[in-house]
């Protein structure tokens, strides 16, 4: 990457296309986007729009058909497994939309896995203040089973962080939580991002959501058509509202 | 129903096969036995129909109960010969020789005889090089001889025979019909006539056997009538086929051993198949909760939920069977094969058969293996309730309290079963009661599990992917523990089987240097078969006139008839010096040389006889008039000296062979054992079967059978072994797909592949260490029961094996890293994405 200091990920004329011949499927068309460090982005954008392909692109965790992808200093595209899992393990930080515990595991446990994965020592002040930030302090020696399900996404949470990565990445974090534990998640996250500079990737559905982002990116048809900053949750609604009208205009 | 059991298979193909694997390896374990036992026993039935060939009628001195048979004269030859219907009457010689090769040792086979037989030019064998033997020192060989040998025409070759070893001029090799080189593996010399009566039956003028052949137009039968009715009674005349089957018959009642005892084992391997069977149908059930409540819920009935489980056990044990057949038979013409070429048989292998009993017993055996299996998850999968349908598909943790119950009886039972079996010494009873404590100690393991497991795991999960396969293992309590005991199987039967051998091994080290007070023993080979080879009185006393030596003592030995009982009796050169040699103690009677009409006998024999020191005992020895001996002494229960009459050393001469069959000495203070060995093994430099040992090397020997004994055992439980760790392998397969979101998880925030292959190899190594810690556990207790039931028999110590299961312990966790390759590379090739959204 040519290495502006204010990037923690970048997507670059990245392609995306599943199958081939007759069934092939563009899920990407080109999108270049720079993803702000210290900044909480959102990504939304109708069901098949390719918003979890982007994510998983810039996440290491699949290849893309073209294009390039960046994280902190390092080149995505081209590293093979290894450098891939290391990537993962010590740039990248994951929140999915469930099951992303280990049920044999406490949430300390869980908290740590990235680093006792990478056999790195936890840095116990980071680990408090995290611990304490998303209130799990009573939870850590709790199984997965024990927790509920806002409890077990804040414990991911509190894992994506502990790491301290250059980006985390959340699909759809909120997506099986009610409003209230939705909130608490979310408020979380912008917190990380204001109070810590922690750069958060979001993927949502969810209007509401999207609004406690700091930017809000619009995907359709595998193009990014529109883009909000800290919008408030009736803008964002209103621009989804207006999206279909938007012809999607092919990167060059 | 039947076209949902269907699909649900093919949809299951990898564990299914791996499951019925289990089946195919059992079932060809039973169809292999019988493949080759009944292609061996039809070779045999050849064999010896083809040895018979050009006899018509044969006629053998018949024995008198208990005597030896008196030799055939002349007279009895010119007496078959006058009978109307003979062609021929030819007299047989025919005797022990043994070879000695090239090396000087004498050459052996495995169970096939060694004979010499007098050369008459109308036998079956062939001259193939050379000419027949003429002269008092020329031979002829067979040419399975001759080439075991590395023999040719125009070498010298050393014999033994009743004399001593005697060098002979090789004049001829001779072969069989179709140029073979032997019948059946037996290594044969022929002599003249007169060279082979001196021999072989240590008289001139005597012949074994009378082989007839019938004229023209002569039925055997009748020829066999007619030559009977002309000798009288004190011969025995049979036709050639009926001899032909009585060889036969005398083999396959050992071949027919042989094959329970391979039943046996492969009783057990199909045991150990149960569990892994059990195992696959449980998980199949747990997953398949939702389909089946569903089903329910569409209004099937209980009935039909078990039969589709059921019928689902039928088809893979009706396929294995099939396949386990096949491959049985394929094993079982490589083993007759392999038998045949190799181990110096040279046998002529009939066609390979597959005989009914191994069809029906391969599809009996599989399919009832199978579904015996299957019983218990198809009742489980019955009880589930329609509502379960609805419910997000949860396996709750079962509680353990009944299956542990249960257990603990089932164990007790078995314990009970085993130990009335000792006491009154029932095979039925004890194999019976080893089954069903095997099957209580299975349904035991699930509560032990938890501890041991988190015990065994902490030694391996210093990092965190062994941190997370110590905690996988303990997941799931029951399926962990039905692998593992599947493996506790084999493991804890080697384990008994090494713990009773090694205290016998003790308890005879204990005896040898507690109570054999002799520092050389001299014996010859073949003391196990009970026909040892011996040697001269003459001899033994050279020995005693050796320098050094302050004692020797020798005995011949052979079976006497005393009424109906076969008895055991050695006639001992010196009462007194043996008794010392024994450490023998007088419980009635006085120590004393034997006069010539006395006996001795230990304790225990006189107590089961009801005779006392002054009792009367008319004994029939081989040769000569029934004789009353009085019993003379009577000695306190020894482990050295138990089970023989001692008779006077004058009955030696009534005795089949009256040559020395084991001698003992005693060397003068202060003289090396070893040096007098030098000056004695000189002695029997023309007689290499006989060997001079100390006692450690004699003790060594004695023991030295138990290693073997074990390493069959080995052999014959790798197999039992194999299928467990193919449980081990499927109990793993299917936690990699039940676990795959977790492990894309895992590798989504960073696991790296050779993390995740060592994560599933510490679960593997845990799993099959519990199994092995469980087998040693209860093969020590089995060992030491059967230990201590054997106390009578001899077995006085309890050794145990530590470093041999220590090796089990090691190979157990080397097992356990082998059953991991396949579904650790599985689960590392896993594409994370997908693994992630698994359902
Ligand atoms: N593994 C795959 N194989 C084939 N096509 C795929 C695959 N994954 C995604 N697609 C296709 O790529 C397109 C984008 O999918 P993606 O999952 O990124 O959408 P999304 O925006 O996350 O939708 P949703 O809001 O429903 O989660 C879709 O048309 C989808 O069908
Ligand atoms: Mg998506």
New binding site residues.
């Given amino acids: 990457m040519s290495a502006s200091d204010g990037v923690a990920a970048r997507a670059v004329d990245v392609w ?1 296309s ?2 081939s011949g007759d069934a092939a ?4 068309a080109g999108v270049s986007v720079d993803l702000d460090k210290s900044r909480f982005t959102a990504i939304m ?12 692109c810039l996440a290491g965790l699949d290849d893309v058909t073209s294009g390039e992808v960046w994280v902190g200093g390092t080149k995505v595209t081209g590293l093979k497994d290894r450098g891939l899992t290391e990537l993962r393990r010590d740039k990248v930080g994951f929140i999915f939309q469930q099951f992303n515990l280990l049920p044999t595991l406490t949430a300390e446990e869980n908290i740590t896995l990235p680093l006792a994965i990478g056999g790195k020592k936890v840095d116990k002040e980071w680990f408090d203040v995290v611990v304490d930030t998303v209130g799990l302090r009573d939870r850590l020696t709790h199984r997965p089973t024990q927790l509920s399900g806002g409890q077990q996404q804040r414990v991911a949470c509190a894992r994506a962080l502990v790491s301290r990565p250059d980006v985390v990445f959340a ?2 974090p909120t997506g099986n939580l009610d409003s209230q534990s939705g909130a608490e998640v979310l408020g979380f996250l912008q917190r990380s991002a204001r109070e810590f500079g922690q750069t958060i990737v979001m ?1 949502t ?1 969810d209007p509401n959501a999207a609004s406690y982002a700091d930017r809000v990116i619009f ?1 359709k048809d ?1 193009h990014i058509v529109r883009e909000l900053l800290s919008p408030s949750a009736e803008e964002v609604l209103d621009t989804m509202k207006h999206l279909d009208s938007v012809v999607a205009v092919p990167h060059v | 129903m039947f076209k949902a059991t269907l699909k649900s298979l093919l949809s299951r193909k990898l564990r299914l096969v791996l499951s019925a694997l289990a089946v195919v390896l059992g079932v060809m374990f039973v169809s292999g036995s019988f493949v080759l036992t009944d292609t061996l026993q039809r070779s045999f039935t050849d064999l010896f129909s083809s040895a018979f060939a050009n006899v018509d009628v044969s006629v053998t001195p018949k024995a008198e109960k208990g005597k030896e048979p008196v030799p055939l004269t002349p007279q009895a030859i010119s007496d078959v010969k006058s009978v109307p219907g003979v062609s021929s009457a030819i007299g047989d010689v025919q005797g022990s020789a043994r070879p000695i090769g090239k090396n000087g040792k004498v050459i052996t086979t495995s169970g096939s005889p060694r004979f010499g037989f007098n050369w008459t030019g109308t036998g079956q064998e062939k001259i193939r090089d050379g000419k027949a033997p003429a002269g008092e020192n020329e031979v002829a060989l067979g040419a399975y001889l001759a080439t075991t040998g590395d023999f040719k025409v125009g070498d010298d070759i050393a014999l033994l025979t009743l004399e001593p070893k005697k060098t002979f001029k090789i004049t001829g090799i001779y072969e069989y019909a179709g140029g073979r080189d032997s019948l059946g593996g037996e290594l044969s010399v022929a002599f003249t006539e007169p060279v082979a009566q001196q021999l072989l039956l240590g008289k001139k003028d005597v012949f074994s056997g009378i082989t007839v052949t019938a004229a023209q137009g002569t039925t055997d039968d009748a020829l066999r009538d007619a030559v009977a009715a002309k000798l009288g009674s004190g011969y025995d005349v049979k036709t050639g086929a009926v001899l032909a089957k009585e060889q036969a018959d005398q083999i396959n009642e050992g071949l027919k051993f042989f094959n329970y005892v391979l039943l046996g084992f492969a009783g057990i391997a199909l045991f150990v198949g149960i569990f892994i069977i059990l195992n696959t149908f449980s998980i199949i059930v747990a997953q398949r909760t939702r389909e089946l409540a569903l089903l329910r819920s569409m209004g099937a009935s209980r009935g039909q939920v078990i039969g589709s489980v059921v019928l689902e056990a039928l088809v893979i044990g009706l396929i294995a069977s099939i396949v386990g057949l096949g491959a049985g038979i394929g094993i079982g013409a490589l083993l007759a094969k392999i038998f045949s070429s190799v181990g110096g048989t040279d046998l002529q292998l009939a066609s390979i058969g597959v005989p009914m009993t191994a069809i029906i017993s391969s599809f009996a055996v599989g399919m009832i293996v199978t579904v015996v299996a299957a019983v218990m998850p198809a009742l489980r999968a019955s009880r589930i309730a329609p509502v379960a349908a609805m419910r997000e598909a949860a396996t709750p943790d079962r509680p353990l309290t009944k299956i542990t119950i249960t257990g603990a009886l089932v164990a007790a039972a078995g314990g009970t079963s085993l130990a009335f079996g000792f006491n009154q010494a029932s095979l039925p009873l004890i194999f019976g009661g080893i089954l069903v404590a095997f099957v209580g100690v299975a349904l035991l393991t699930p509560i032990m599990s938890k501890p041991m497991v988190s015990l065994i795991g902490r030694l391996l999960s210093w990092s965190m992917p062994g941190l997370l396969g110590r905690r996988n293992s303990a997941r799931n309590p029951r399926r962990t523990a039905i692998t593992a005991a599947a493996l506790m199987v084999g493991i804890s039967l080697i384990t008994g089987v090494s713990v009773v051998l090694t205290s016998a091994t003790k308890s005879i080290e204990k005896l040898a240097t507690g109570q054999l007070q002799t520092d050389l023993i001299v014996s010859g080979e073949g003391q196990m078969e009970g026909e040892p080879a011996t040697f001269r009185r003459d001899v033994l006393t050279k020995i005693e006139k050796t320098d050094g030596v302050k004692s020797a003592v020798g005995w011949s030995q052979d079976g006497v008839l005393e009424g109906e009982n076969q008895l055991f009796a050695v006639g001992v050169t010196d009462m007194p010096a043996m008794a010392t040699m024994f450490a023998l103690k007088p419980k009635s009677g006085t120590i004393a040389p034997l006069k010539d009409d006395q006996l001795a006998l230990p304790e225990e024999m006189a107590a089961e006889k009801g005779w006392s020191v002054g009792s009367k005992v008319t004994l029939q020895l081989a040769k000569g008039e029934p004789k009353t001996y009085t019993v003379g002494f009577i000695w306190v229960k020894s482990q050295v000296l138990q089970g023989a009459l001692v008779l006077p050393e004058s009955a030696s001469a009534n005795f089949r062979s009256d040559q020395i069959a084991q001698a003992f000495v005693q060397v003068s203070p202060g003289v090396s054992a070893a040096d007098v060995q030098k000056r004695v093994e000189p002695l029997f430099a023309d007689n290499p079967e006989i060997t001079v040992q100390d006692r450690s090397a004699f003790v060594k020997q004695t023991t030295s059978q138990f290693d073997t004994v074990l390493l069959m055992i080995q052999i014959l439980l790798a197999l039992a072994i194999l299928i467990a760790v193919l449980g081990v392998i499927n109990t793993l397969a299917l936690s990699v797909i039940e676990r795959t979101r977790e492990l894309g998880l895992l590798r989504a925030i960073g696991m790296r592949r050779s993390q995740v292959m060592r994560m599933i190899t510490v679960e593997s190594v845990v799993i099959s260490v519990f199994g092995a810690v469980l087998g040693l556990a209860v093969g020590l207790a089995l060992g030491i029961a059967t230990v201590q039931a054997l106390k009578d028999q001899g077995i006085s110590e309890i050794g145990l094996p530590w470093m041999t299961m220590v090796q089990y312990l090691v190979v157990a966790a080397f097992v356990g890293v082998i059953a991991a390759i396949l579904p650790a590379i599985r689960a590392a090739r896993l594409n994370v ?2 693994a992630i959204a698994y359902e």
């Fill in positions: 995306k599943y199958g499927v563009t899920a990407l954008g109708p069901s098949g729009s390719g918003k979890s392909t982007l994510m998983h699909d759809e993927v559905h995907l595998g | 994405l997908d």
